[in-house]
């Protein structure tokens, strides 16, 4: 692994450890780039608001302190300034507004809930129903088409229990978007460490087929996360056993 984009810090309220050890840690592994893309603040009506994401009036100082990294380290690792977002579609407009206010500069699609959030689950809550897979497909395929989201983090984190002919028809369709966005997906190392739902063999295998690139996302909610190597070393057997298509460096498509 020579970049990692998928970094958290514990605004989100579930990570944990200083930034700049996340930065060691990062350079610790060799890595040449490391992207914090912490879980996005995002613009709820109402009084409504999520709690596992940093609040709007958070910003401001991640957005700093991720700059003052970034000019600390230069030279060393290139450190950049980015987050995790769902694609909601009644409130992204006016968030997106609030992240290039602040000179976020690139997003990870990570979609946790589908709809606007407010009333749906998470999304990898256990579910057999047909109407939820298509949902999160349809969703997350309108999401990479705004051409806004550099990769699609964990895309197969939906706990879907029902059939897996079923499985297969919508995740082949959001596969079939996702190369024709150009847009990589990512085997999530969290995941692998954590024995999670996610990566789903049955997912990476289509995507194989597909012809789709992949990446590798730590998701690193501890510093220690960027500079153990076991979960990698897991994921690339995946990789090699179904022949997908890695990319070491994605290209970052600037929101600015
Ligand atoms: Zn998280
Ligand atoms: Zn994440």
Same mark, same amino acid.
């Given at each position: 692994m020579i970049a990692n984009y998928h970094t958290?810090? !514990?605004?989100?309220?579930?990570?944990?450890?200083?930034?700049?050890?996340?930065?060691?840690?990062?350079?610790?592994?060799?890595?040449?780039?490391?992207?914090?893309?912490?879980?996005? !603040?995002?613009?709820? !009506?109402?009084?409504?608001?999520s709690d596992f994401r940093m609040r709007p009036e958070e910003l401001p100082a991640y957005a700093d302190t991720v700059r003052r990294l970034r000019d600390a380290y230069r030279g060393q690792i290139d450190i950049r300034l980015g987050v995790e977002a769902e694609y909601y579609p009644d409130l992204f407009r006016d968030t997106l507004s609030l992240l290039r206010e602040n000179g976020v500069e690139y997003l990870l699609l990570g979609q946790h809930c589908c709809g606007n959030e407010i009333g749906f689950p998470h999304n990898n809550f256990p579910t057999d129903r047909e109407e939820d897979i298509k949902r999160y497909c349809h969703q997350t395929m309108e999401a990479m088409n705004t051409g806004l989201f550099t990769y699609f983090a964990h895309p197969d984190m939906l706990g879907f229990t029902g059939d897996d002919g079923v499985y297969t028809r919508y995740m082949r369709e959001l596969c079939r978007e996702a190369k024709a966005c150009d847009m990589p997906l990512e085997i999530n190392l969290l995941g692998v460490e954590d024995n999670r739902n996610y990566p789903r063999r049955l997912f990476w295998g289509i995507a194989a087929e597909e012809g789709c690139a992949v990446v590798l996302g730590c998701d690193a909610h501890r510093p220690e996360a960027l500079s153990v190597t076991a979960p990698e070393e897991k994921a690339m057997m995946l990789v090699e056993e179904l022949g997908l298509t890695l990319v070491t460096q994605p290209k970052l498509r600037s929101i600015l």
């Open positions: 958290h810090t !514990p605004r989100c309220g579930h990570a944990v450890g200083a930034e700049e050890d996340y930065v060691r840690h990062g350079i610790k592994r060799g890595l040449k780039a490391l992207g914090f893309a912490d879980h996005t !603040p995002y613009l709820f !009506p109402g009084d409504y608001y």
